[in-house]
C-alpha cells in the first residue's frame, strides 16, 4: 500500500485520545500506527515493512490473514455471530474434537475460555476443586497471564504490583542450565538437582496442601529454556507420587510454536489438564481453553462445575479454531516449523553466536528460538541487569530499534531477544531475519566489556 503519513498522524491521534494500553506509562508510549498485515510480515503508513519475528506476542502461528481462517470467520458471522454457552453449536463441538484429537493422552474435554490467562484461572480452580488442596507451586521464571490467580503464579516482575499474599502460591527454580539455580555442571546434574530442589519444596509446604504444579512445557516469554531430557516426567512422577494435579501451560508452547501440535510430546508427558490460547486459532478471535483428563472431568460429572464465561465457545472464535487446525495440518504448517527451526534458525544462530561477543547463549526448537545477550561470554553477565528499565535498559532498545530500521520487528525481553517467526515463514524470510538480526547484533556487541 502507498504510504499515508496523514492517515498515520490521525490513526496515532485516535488512539492517545481514548486508548488506555497495557503494562505502559500511558504519558511515555507512542504506539506505531499499523495500516495492514499478510504472512509474516506487517506494514506502518509511512512506507516501513517489518518482517515479523516476534508473532506479534508470540500467537500468530500461522501468520496474518491467512485466506482459509478469514473465508471461515466471515461465513460464520453471515450464518450465526453468537450462542451462549449453554447450547450446543456445531462449530464448538468441531473445534473441541481437533483439539482433543491432538492433545496428549486422555486430555479429551475442551472448557473455552477467552485467552490464556483465563485458560489458568479455571485450570487452577479445576485442580483445587479436584483434590480439595489450596496451594499451587509454578516456576519463578514463568509467565501466566495477568489476571488474578495467573499473575500470582507468574514468576517475572509483571506479578509484582499484583502479588496478593492470600493466593496461595508458592514458586520453585526450575531447570536452566545457562543460568543453573543448582550450580550444576551438565544438563543430568540439573535434571536431577532441580526435581530434588522441587521434592524438598513440596515437602516443606507439606504435600497435602498442594492442589497442583504448574509448568510451561517450555518457558516461553521468561527465556525459551527447552527441559533436560527426564525432567518433565520427573515432575509427573512426583505429582503421582503426592496426588498433586500437574498442569503444563502451552498457551505460548502449544499448536506448532515447536515443531509439535504440542511441546508436551518432544517429552512423552501427558498432563491432567493442559492450558492454551494463541495458536489455536492465531489469535484471530480471542479463544483459550483447558484440556482435562478424564480423572479430573468425572469430578465434575454428578456436581457442577463452578465456573464460566460468557463468551465461552464463542461461535465466531470456535469457526477460526476449526479454519485454523484444518489449515496447519492441510499445509503441514508444524511440519513447516519443526524443519525450520532444524535446518534454518537453529544452525543460523549458532553460527551468529560464534561471531559476536554479545552473544552468550542460542538456544530453541521449531520457531521458539532465544538469543541471550551478554555483557562478557566468560561471566555471563547480562547485557542489562534483571528488570532494567530507562538508561539502564539502553543497550536493549539501540538493539532493537537497529532490528527495526533494518525492517524486523524483534521481540525483546530483558536480556534476550526471541526468534519467533509465524510457524509458517519461509525458508527466505527466515533468513531475510536473521541477517538483519546478524547486523543488529553489532548494537550490542558495542556494549560488551569482556
Ligand atoms: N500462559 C503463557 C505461557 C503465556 O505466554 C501467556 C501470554 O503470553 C499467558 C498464559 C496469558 O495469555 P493471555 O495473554 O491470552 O491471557
Sequence with gaps: AAADPAAGAAVKAADRAHVFHSWSAQGLIDPPAIAGAEGSYFWDYDGNR??????????????????KVVAAIQEQAAK??????????????????????????????????????????????????????????????????????????????????????????????????????????????????????????????????????????????????????????????????????????????????????????????????????????????????????AEIAATFDQRPYPGGLTYSGHPLAC??????????????????????GETVIGPALREIAGRHPSVGEVRGMGVFWAVELVKDQETREPLVPYNASGAANAPMGEFAAACKRAGLWPFVNMNRTHVVPPCTVTEAEAKEGLAALDDALTAADAHTTG
Excluded at 495440518?329 to 524443519?339: K, T
Design 50 to 67: 517489518y518482517l515479523d519475528f516476534s508473532s506479534q506476542l508470540v500467537n500468530t502461528n500461522i501468520g496474518h490473514q491467512h485466506p
Design 319 to 340: 469457526a477460526s479454531a476449526v479454519a485454523t487446525i484444518n489449515a496447519m495440518a492441510e499445509e503441514r504448517i508444524v511440519e513447516n516449523a519443526d524443519r525450520i
Design 80 to 293: 450465526l455471530c453468537t450462542l451462549a454457552p449453554g447450547f450446543a453449536v456445531d462449530v464448538r463441538s468441531e473445534a473441541a474434537r481437533l483439539i482433543a484429537e491432538r492433545t496428549p493422552g486422555d486430555l479429551d474435554k475442551i472448557f473455552f475460555t477467552n485467552g490464556g490467562a483465563e485458560a489458568v484461572e479455571n485450570a487452577v480452580r479445576m485442580a483445587r476443586l479436584h483434590t480439595g488442596r489450596p496451594k499451587v507451586l509454578s516456576a519463578y521464571r514463568s509467565y501466566h497471564g495477568a489476571t488474578a490467580a495467573a499473575i500470582n503464579l507468574t514468576g517475572d516482575p509483571r506479578r509484582w504490583p499484583s502479588d496478593t499474599a492470600s493466593a496461595g502460591v508458592v514458586h520453585f527454580w526450575g531447570p536452566f542450565r545457562y543460568r543453573s539455580p543448582f550450580h550444576a555442571e551438565n544438563e543430568a546434574q540439573e535434571c536431577e538437582r532441580a526435581l530434588a530442589h522441587l521434592e524438598q519444596t513440596i515437602a516443606f509446604e507439606g504435600p497435602q496442601t498442594i492442589a497442583a504444579i504448574i509448568l510451561e512445557t517450555v518457558p516461553g516469554t521468561a527465556g525459551i529454556m527447552v527441559p533436560p531430557a527426564g525432567y518433565l516426567a520427573g515432575v509427573r512422577e512426583i505429582c503421582d507420587r503426592h496426588g498433586i494435579v500437574f498442569i503444563l501451560d502451552e498457551v505460548m508452547a502449544g499448536f506448532g510454536r515447536t515443531g509439535r501440535w504440542f511441546a508436551a510430546e518432544h517429552f512423552g508427558v501427558t498432563p491432567d489438564l493442559l492450558t492454551f490460547a494463541k495458536g489455536v486459532n492465531s489469535g484471530y478471535v480471542p479463544l483459550g481453553g483447558v484440556a482435562i483428563s
